[in-house]
């Protein structure tokens, strides 16, 4: 076991070498990357690639996030300052929450497909994480409950900006969110400021789509 444990420091910090050497700076982010293990956020047959800079499959049609796009969607989301809560649409396997958990005080996320969250509780609970709160919902309705947030994060992309979830930030909050359709798709950052909304494009990313309704 020590030896796996070895070799997983060894690959996270390639991966970290990585990140840097693409532009990511902010050194919360970079800490959360080093210390979250991506590993048991996939499944064991695919623990080998973790910490290579790609997105895989965890089932369901759905797919855990390149760790450059998971870092650079924290860094944006950290740009405006202390995160105390945040937003996420689409849980996944959980592991952009995690990232998102040591980066904020609170953490609510949503997933539509409810054997992802399941899932997902069960690595918080494992890797004793506690200020997450997960729901299965639908994303595009948000967490009016908990609103409002300094920061909302989606890991699937809408064909356009849901306006819903504007409404949800609080004042100089930022939404940060992949739009467009399969193989056109932006990465935009979207600082609310009074009812105006300023819109950042960033980069062309490629994400499963955002649905509406339950599964």
Not at 32 to 52: K, T
Not at 143 to 149: L, R, S
Not at 178 to 184: D, E, S, Y
């Amino acid at each position: 076991m020590q030896g796996i444990g070895m070799t997983s420091l060894r690959t996270r910090e390639r991966l970290l070498r990585r990140l840097q050497a693409s532009g990511i700076q902010n050194l919360f982010v970079l800490d959360a990357i080093r210390e979250v293990p991506r590993h048991l956020f996939i499944d064991e047959a695919l623990a080998s690639r973790a910490y290579e800079d790609t997105a895989l499959p965890i089932g369901a049609g759905q797919t855990i996030s390149q760790p450059y796009i998971v870092a650079r969607m924290s860094e944006a989301a950290l740009v405006g300052g202390a995160l105390h809560k945040v937003l996420e649409i689409g849980t996944g396997c959980g592991y952009q929450t995690a990232i998102l958990a040591r980066l904020a005080d609170q953490v609510y996320t949503i997933e539509r497909i409810e054997s992802l969250l399941y899932q997902a509780r069960e690595r918080f609970y494992k890797l004793g994480i506690d200020n997450i709160h997960a729901r299965h919902g639908d994303g595009f309705q948000g967490w009016p409950q908990a609103a409002p947030f300094d920061a909302i994060v989606l890991t699937a992309a809408p064909d356009e900006i849901p306006q819903t979830l504007l409404q949800q930030l609080q004042p100089g909050g930022r939404l940060v969110l992949p739009v467009g359709t399969p193989g056109n798709q932006r990465l935009l950052v979207i600082v609310r400021d009074g009812e105006q909304f300023i819109r950042t494009e960033l980069n062309a990313v490629s994400f499963v789509p955002m649905l509406p309704g339950l599964e």
